[in-house]
């Protein structure tokens, strides 16, 4: 069974990891802003799933589950592809996306 | 976002109250009762169990306390964002472990006093155990958030000091042996939660240090008392290449400590979680009518204290 509590927290520990690096090569302020809204955002994902006490036997969670470890996927490989930061942002905003969107199908 | 965390919050209470009751049941039985020795033991073990669940639950409440310290200073150093919304949400799960600490510590000192006084055989004395315990229940904080709370409570209270009264000992003791299976499942249900709580704290704790070696933020000069100790002397704070030379060791040992954080935890969490099966054992024996296997507490507790001990002693 998908655990919803570890794929978010998958997300939010995967740009802990990165976010040195790719903040780094971003090339604007305005990427710079993204990924730090992305951080927030998969920071709190994960504080209020640990708050929510996971019910992840629902089907449609198991899907969004799904979605969400195969988006950490690209995150985990982020760093090799930060040549586009755009890219990257974009994979990051669809995780973080997938684990709000997690989080709120078991409130 | 208080209310996060009340549906296992009632789900705690509702279980601590449950082997209150089990605890009530296990001093009661020596009403005229063979089993009188055994019941005193429950209980005194059930304490010692119930006071290692305070210590795990406050251990975690240092966690999250240091955690709450590593995202402060990653905004800091790092520009990792911290809201003020998102560090509502950990202190909000900061203060529902401190109730279930106090909880569990109300609980132990209750179990230890009715363990004390479960000598007494006459129904009298059953009688005036039970109006004292109701009211150590008033004065339970936890319980103080629910009148319906109490009233279930004391409606229990009455109920078994009805069953005691006409000698249904073993009925009471299969009760025990539920509640303790409830709570046990209680445990299992929220190892995920604390694996994860402290998974984080430790992963983002070691990108930090990480961070704070590479960027001369550490001294890395205790990598070096293994060679000076022993001749009397101690190493200077590195500088230069002898500095950079060392920082592939501190970021191994890093790892390291990391991976002993993690298991140590995992021990713990599995410790607690075995405690309250075996007293789940050993009541069913009792409510069998057969004696009680062992009488010292569930050996598994020295492991969370060792492991509590631990996570204080880091923060220091």
């Not at chain 2, 150590?136 to 000091?161: G, H, M, P, R």
């Not at chain 2, 299976?181 to 930090?208: P, Y």
Request: proline share 3%.
């Amino acid at each position: 069974m998908p655990d919803v509590l570890s794929t978010v927290q998958a997300t939010f520990l995967s740009i802990d990891s990165q976010y040195n690096l790719l903040r780094a090569v971003c090339t604007t302020q305005q990427q710079r802003d993204d990924l730090g809204n992305q951080y927030a955002e998969a920071q709190e994902a994960y504080l209020a799933c640990i708050g929510k006490m996971l019910r992840d036997d629902d089907p449609e969670i198991s899907a969004l589950s799904m979605q969400l470890k195969a988006a950490n996927a690209k995150i985990a490989q982020a760093v090799s592809g930060m040549g586009n930061m755009n890219k990257v942002i974009d994979d990051i905003t669809t995780a973080v996306a997938l684990g709000a969107a997690l989080v709120g199908k078991i409130a | 976002m208080f209310g996060l965390w009340s549906a296992p919050a009632k789900l705690l209470r509702s279980n601590i109250r449950a082997v209150a009751i089990l605890i009530l049941t296990a001093c009661f039985l020596g009403t005229g009762c063979k089993t009188s020795d055994d019941a005193a033991a429950a209980a005194a073990q059930m304490s010692a169990t119930a006071k290692a669940l305070s210590d795990y639950y406050t251990a975690f409440g240092t966690i999250l306390d240091d955690t709450d310290q590593i995202y402060i200073l990653n905004q800091q150093l790092l520009s990792k964002p911290y809201t003020a919304e998102n560090r509502q949400l950990l202190k909000n799960n900061e203060t529902e472990l401190a109730d279930r600490a106090a909880l569990a510590a109300d609980f132990s000192t209750m179990a230890g006093q009715f363990a004390a006084r479960s000598g007494s055989t006459a129904p009298a004395d059953v009688t005036a155990s039970a109006a004292n315990l109701e009211t150590e229940i008033d004065s339970l904080k936890s319980v103080t958030q629910s009148t319906s709370d109490q009233n279930a409570l004391s409606f229990a209270l009455q109920q078994f000091v009805t069953a005691v009264k006409e000698h249904k000992e073993r009925d009471a003791a299969r009760a025990m042996d539920g509640f303790a299976r409830g709570l046990t499942a209680l445990f299992i249900h929220e190892g995920a939660v604390w694996n994860s709580v402290e998974a984080v704290h430790t992963q983002v704790a070691k990108n930090l240090a990480v961070y704070l070696v590479d960027h001369d933020g550490a001294d890395n000069s205790a990598l070096l008392k293994v060679a000076l100790h022993p001749f009397g002397l101690s190493p200077a704070a590195p500088t230069g290449d002898l500095k950079a030379a060392l920082a592939p060791l501190a970021k191994q040992q890093i790892a390291t400590r990391t991976a002993a954080l993690d298991d140590s935890h995992a021990e713990a969490t599995d410790a607690m979680t075995k405690s309250p099966q075996e007293m789940s054992d050993r009541i069913h024996a009792v409510s069998e009518d057969k004696p009680m296997p062992l009488r010292m507490a569930p050996i598994q507790l020295s492991t969370v204290d060792k492991w509590a001990t631990q996570v204080a002693e880091n923060q220091k």
